[in-house]
């Protein structure tokens, strides 16, 4: 190790810290071997991997374009106002904030411009899809508000908007929550928004997992039906970690107060500037078919899912993931996690409606297409990575099926490298 402290300027990583770069070199051949199906994952561009590493990290910058409580931020301003463009542009809407930290933030954010603490708000039960911070009872959503859960019909396993609307007339939420993190079929954000109307309520509609499908035109929009609407800017956006929260005009004012000074600190602007950097990229033409692929893709995972004998919640999808119902099968989500790993397939074990076992081993897997269809996937390919996972899960005892089925995975990460740039230049990434 040298003397002089600042020679650490011009050191590459990899001498550095080699330790790190190791890890980071081998978590990119893991990405590169896996077929890697966790539906709230992607691969962002070599750009967007590029704003994330750069020198805007190192500036302060609390508060909004104009209106700092630190100097020296004309050039922070502009990338901050670029990606504001940008995602009023993308989606439609009169007001956007590009500073949330990540999706949790965001939804606290809203809560804290609307509601007083120990007001209602209704959103979708975790177990039947929805997210932590829609009012889990862990989460500071369900400890700091009143909630009023609605699930999908038994049935159908689909929502049922008639019960919802009855729920939401009986309950009288100040807040509607649409969206999910584990729904696999189109949202209608419209009847959302007109119950919401009907109540007295505001509606948010949290669209994380599908926001690049609405970018992208393969998914109806919340706007204009919605009056709030939060994202997180890494699933099927392609962006890098961290979340926007978009809204009517009038809502501005009060939401920019609640995430800053309200809970967060600085902005994090090489976040921001990556964010600017994948709105660019899906404002282009060609992100509206790689959205359109990515449900062909998961129609087609779906289908070989089907093909090999599993069932799939609600009978298909209309988006970017199915849900595997694996209660026929010899397995539990967890074992069957754990299995695939071991044939390179990298799943999330996840609860089922109605699910009578607990989140740590629940009934149920959660697959989807963002990081297949990012390398170059297409239907048929996707629907042999179907079939692939019903194989393993049916014959989880049987070693050489295994062996053949981790083989085919091979072959198929093989033809489709990720990063293949990087790996040429042996980039730490
Ligand atoms: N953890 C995300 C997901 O996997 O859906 C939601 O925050």
Do not use: W
């Amino acid at each position: 190790m040298t003397s002089n402290f600042n020679s650490r300027f011009s050191i590459p990583l990899q001498q550095s810290d080699n330790a790190v770069y190791a890890c980071i070199q081998k978590e990119f051949e893991r990405q590169q071997e896996v077929l890697e199906l966790i539906p709230s994952e992607s691969l962002p561009s070599k750009a967007v991997l590029e704003a994330l590493g750069s020198v805007l990290n190192n500036k302060y910058s609390e508060g909004y374009p104009g209106k700092r409580y630190y100097g020296g931020n004309h050039v922070i301003d502009q990338v901050e106002s670029i990606a504001i463009e940008r995602c009023k542009q993308l989606f439609g809407c009169e007001y956007a904030n590009v500073q949330p930290y990540s999706g949790s933030p965001a939804n606290a954010a809203v809560y804290l411009s609307v509601l007083n603490y120990g007001d209602k708000f209704m959103g979708m039960n975790l177990a039947h899809g929805g997210h932590l911070t829609h009012g889990h009872k862990l989460n500071f959503s369900g400890k700091s508000y009143s909630i009023v859960s609605y699930g999908v019909d038994k049935e159908t396993e689909r929502l049922d908007y008639d019960a919802i609307k009855r729920l939401a007339l009986q309950e009288k939420p100040k807040i509607i929550v649409s969206g999910s993190s584990a729904y696999p079929r189109e949202i209608d954000f419209k009847a959302f928004a007109e119950i919401a109307q009907e109540v007295g309520a505001v509606s948010m509609s949290d669209i994380s997992h599908i926001a690049g499908l609405i970018a992208g035109n393969v998914h109806p929009s919340p706007f204009p039906f919605t009056d709030i609407v939060t994202s997180t800017t890494h699933k099927t956006l392609c962006g890098p970690r961290g979340a926007v929260i978009m809204a009517r005009a009038q809502f501005g004012e009060a939401i920019d107060k609640a995430v800053f000074p309200g809970i967060q600190g600085g902005p994090h602007n090489h976040q921001i500037a990556a964010k600017a950097v994948a709105f660019g990229e899906a404002l282009r033409p060609e992100f509206k078919a790689f959205a359109g692929q990515i449900v062909k893709n998961a129609k087609a995972l779906g289908t070989g899912l089907m093909e090999g004998g599993l069932r799939l919640v609600s009978g298909g999808t209309d988006n970017h993931l199915c849900l595997v119902d694996l209660t026929q099968t010899p397995l539990t989500g967890k074992e069957a996690e754990a299995l695939l790993d071991t044939v390179n397939i990298t799943v999330n074990k996840n609860m089922i409606p109605f699910d009578p076992r607990k989140p740590l081993d629940p009934s149920g897997i959660r697959v989807g297409t963002p990081t297949l269809t990012g390398r170059g996937f297409n239907e048929e390919a996707c629907r042999e990575v179907g079939q692939l996972i019903a194989k393993a899960v049916f014959n989880s005892q049987d070693a050489s099926l295994l062996d053949r089925v981790r083989a085919e995975v091979k072959t198929l990460t093989q033809a489709h490298p990720i990063y293949p740039m990087l790996k040429e230049e042996n980039a730490p990434i």
